[in-house]
Nanobody
Framework: QVQLVESGGGLVQAGGSLRLSCAAS????????MGWYRQAPGKQRELVAA???????KYADFVKGRFTISRNNVKKMLYLQMNSLKPEDTAVYYC?????????WGQGTQVTVSS
């Protein structure tokens, strides 16, 4: 069973930066489009960004120009560099495949942005 382990979250002031990491097990990581999702309290989980091993990249409008998704298929790692963070970015961040979430959700990593 594939496991996803997210890390790198924390408390940061508005305008600050964080880099999230997602470690994946399983042999099909490289062929999957992988994405970062987030869920704020009382809201539905939403896609933040997605990236294939080729040229496909997708960003939600609310993070364009601020966040960068990347991956390392050898290490089976997915990353999210988050800059210019805003209080509205506060949420639990998860990784999973995209567009269908093929894996069980991990525990996520909490990102809290103070104003």
């Amino acid at each position: 069973q594939v496991q996803l382990v997210e890390s790198g979250g924390g408390l940061v002031q508005a305008g600050g930066s964080l880099r999230l990491s997602c470690a994946a097990s399983g042999s099909d990581f490289a062929i999957r489009v992988m994405g970062w999702y987030r869920q704020a309290p009382g809201k539905q989980r939403e896609l933040v960004a997605a990236l294939s091993s080729g040229t496909f990249t997708k960003y939600a409008d609310f993070v364009k120009g601020r966040f960068t998704i990347s991956r390392n298929n050898v290490k089976k790692m997915l990353y999210l560099q988050m800059n210019s963070l805003k209080p509205e970015d506060t949420a639990v961040y998860y990784c999973n495949s995209y567009p269908s979430t093929a894996y069980a959700w991990g525990q996520g990593t909490q990102v809290t942005v103070s104003s």
